[in-house]
Structure formats: C-alpha cells, structure tokens
C-alpha cells in the first residue's frame, strides 16, 4: 500500500485535473510517477462527451420567426407551446452533459470546457434556442486544450454568443456595444486596461456578425462598417479577425487569462511574480493552452500539501465527483439535473456574463443542506458496492483517497474484511458515508 501522503498526493492531482476518482484508482494512481499522470491527463485525446447527444440536436431549429405572422392570440400560443418544448430539451441537454461528465475519460478536457462555458458565458434563457447552447459546447469542447486564438475567434462567429450579447443588433450607424464590452472586459483585458473609445471602435469591427434564419452563422455585409478602426493604439483594424490579433498582441490578455486559470486549478490568491512568469509563457508559446497548464501543473505551488483543500468544489465537481468516486451507474438524467438545480448551478443557465462567481459564494445555509441530501440520497442507492471501494484499502487511506484533508470527525478503523461479512449492508457503507458527509468533503 503506498503511504498516505503519496495517496493524498494523487487525490489532489487528480482531482484538480478533473474530477474525484474511486479509492482504488486513486491508490493505484499513487504508485505512478507524478508526471506520468499530469502527462496523461494533458496528452488525451479520449472523448470529451462520450455518450451520444439528444437526436435533436442536428435537426433544423424551429425559430421564433416562424410565428410572427399569426394573429396575436395564436402567435402568444404557440410561442409559449415553443418556450415549454424548449425547456424540456435544455432539461435533456443538462442531463447529458452531466452524464457525460460522469463518464469521459478525458476529466482535464472536460473540466476545461465547463471553465469556458463559464468564461465565455450564455444563457438558454436569452439565447432561447438549445440547439445553440449544444453547438457552442462543441465549439468550446473543441478548442478547450487548444489555442486561445483559435477558440477567440471562433466564439466571435458563434451564433449563441452573437445572440447572448446582442451583436445581431450591432450594425453600421446604430452600434449595440454589448459584445464589444465584455470581450475586453471579461473574455480578454480584463477591467482598466482600455478605454471607451476602444469599446466603439471594437463594437465597429464587430458589425455584421450575425445570424441567419435558421440560426446559422452570417456575416452582413450590408451591416458592416468597412472604415478602418484603431483598438488600444493599433491603427486599420476592419474585422474580426484583425481585432483578435491585437488582443492577442496584449500581455493584459495573457495575464488576465493566467490569473483565471491559476484561480480555477491552484489557489483563489495568485502569486503575482508567478503569474507574470506564466503569462509571458503562455505569450511565448502562442496562446498555448496545454503549455501554460503543464507550467501550473508542474509548480510547487499547486503540488504543495499547503494548496490541500484550498478550494471548494463547485455543484458540477461535487455531483460528478462524488459519482465517479463511487464508481456508479449513470443515473437518471432528469436526477441529475435536479440536483445540479438544487445547488444552484443548472448547466447553461449562469447568473449573468460574469458566470458563476464560485469558491466560498458556492457554499451556504441553502446550498449545505442541498449537498447533504444529496449525499443521503446516494448512500441510499442500491447501485453502489460500497463493500468493493473500500475493500483491501485501510482506514487512513481511505480518508486520503477521499477528503483533501483530516477529516473534522476521524474514521474508525474499518474492520477486517472477514468481519465486514457479519454486518449489515447499512453498517458496510458506514466509513464511506462517514467520509462523504464531513464537511472536508465540500472541499478539494
């Protein structure tokens, strides 16, 4: 058995790289060179989302457009019977994309596409068609280890993006600014490092990015303002892709970006010497995401036992974890779905742009409670084994492969596996379910 600080070790490794594993995996992994595992996790190619989509998904979308000619009373109907049958395939939707997240055997691709579905924020509730929201998921899966660029430019032709921020508004001589602003604000710079001239010259370049009647990518010309524009000093900038290669061109971007990321997978406080190291990395190396994360990953500060438990486990890491930790069947999609409501992160429905703040504003009175129903109602299961996860793994191993730190209440020694066989089912889950309802265990 290897020694609880190499098992504690590659809990963390794990699950900061993707999400919770099962004890005996864990253990497993703590007999593996470190970077043999970090290398993995960062060269796979296995499957974001390996269980097929919806059918749906491919078909034609019904628009809202398809009503406008009817008589008032009709058109509020059937707009109404549209709004209803879309609610119930985001409802699917969400179910997917968290079985999917059970399931991949990709957990850093998969992790890295919920970190861009929340930094490139949309909404199913303006956005209004889920058609949209599955297709900018592919988008953000397909470029989530990739180069930043690519994914930046590719966002700036995504229908719901162009939609969730009013770009299909933004035309020549009547300017909808929306898009413009949030792209330096949130998606790039970051705050105070541009001016309000620089967001009317972007909003400019970004006139005729639009959609078509079926909901598709279209660039208007009709709609574009051809004149040159100046962005942040940089002179003769005509389209999209002029305006990413000066954002790229801005160390504010890989700094903001960086510091992002360091937050996300190392500590909610970065190290600012660090951080402006890495940002000229990720500069250096063209906006390479997999390069900037193999930096973080192999940092001290993000395998020192000191950055144990420093975070809190967002609703998606703490319902996907927890299945994947007890190696369970999928459950049902509609399940699922609820209990990400519940605590308070329904997929593709964030708060705002900004997203989901997440750390320490995941956790409450409210949002407590939810996780230990939850966590009740999962011991409750007949579809975990709990005999078989814990089986030849001792007490204190078992805590390490689970908890990032001590437990508040320590396990009892787990009786010897001749013993287990005379007690009840109820009694065999008990150093599991122990783990699982400590407090530590909101953390990672």
Known sequence: MPTTSAVMRARHLLQRTGFAETPARVVEAAREPEGALLTARLASTAPIAPIPPPVWVNEPVLSYREFRDLEEEPRRI???GL???????????????????????????????????????????????TELMYRQQLTLAKHSMGNFGELLLAILHDPAMLVYLDNTQNRKGKLNENLARELLELFTLGEGEYEEKDIRELARALTGLSVDGNERFVFRK????????????????RGAN???????????????????????????????????????????????????????????????????????????????????????????????????????????????????????????SQTLLARRRFINGILRSDGVDFARLSDGIGSDALTSALLPLAPLAPLTPIAA????????????????????????YNLC
């Open 78 to 80: 059937a707009r109404r």
């Open 417 to 440: 596996p001749r013993e287990r066989l005379s007690t009840s089912p109820a009694s065999r889950n008990e150093p599991i379910a122990h783990l699982l309802r400590d407090p530590v």
């Open 242 to 364: 002029d305006v990413v290669d000066v954002l790229l061109g801005q160390y504010a971007t890989a700094r903001n970006l960086t510091a992002k990321l360091w937050r996300h997978f190392v500590s909610l406080e970065p190290d600012s010497e660090r951080i402006e190291a890495y940002s000229n990395v990720f500069m250096a190396s063209g906006y390479n995401l997999r390069v900037l994360l193999a930096e973080m990953f192999a940092d001290d500060a993000f395998t020192a036992v000191e950055g144990y438990g420093n975070l809190v486990k967002s609703p998606a890491e703490f319902v996907v974890g927890t299945h994947r930790a007890l190696d369970m069947p999928g459950s049902d999609p509609l399940t699922l779905v609820h209990a990400m409501r519940s605590l308070q992160q329904p997929l593709y429905e964030p708060p705002n742009v900004r997203g989901w703040i997440g750390g320490t504003q995941w956790i409450n």
């Open 222 to 237: 009709g709609a574009h303002d051809p004149d040159p524009k100046m962005l942040l000093g940089t002179p003769g900038l």
């Open 83 to 129: 709004r209803k049958f879309q609610r119930a395939r985001l409802n699917e939707l969400q179910g997917w994309w968290t079985a999917c997240l059970i399931a991949t055997e990709n957990p850093l691709g998969a992790r890295m596409t919920l970190f861009w579905q929340n930094h490139f924020t949309s909404s199913q509730r303006k956005v209004r068609y």
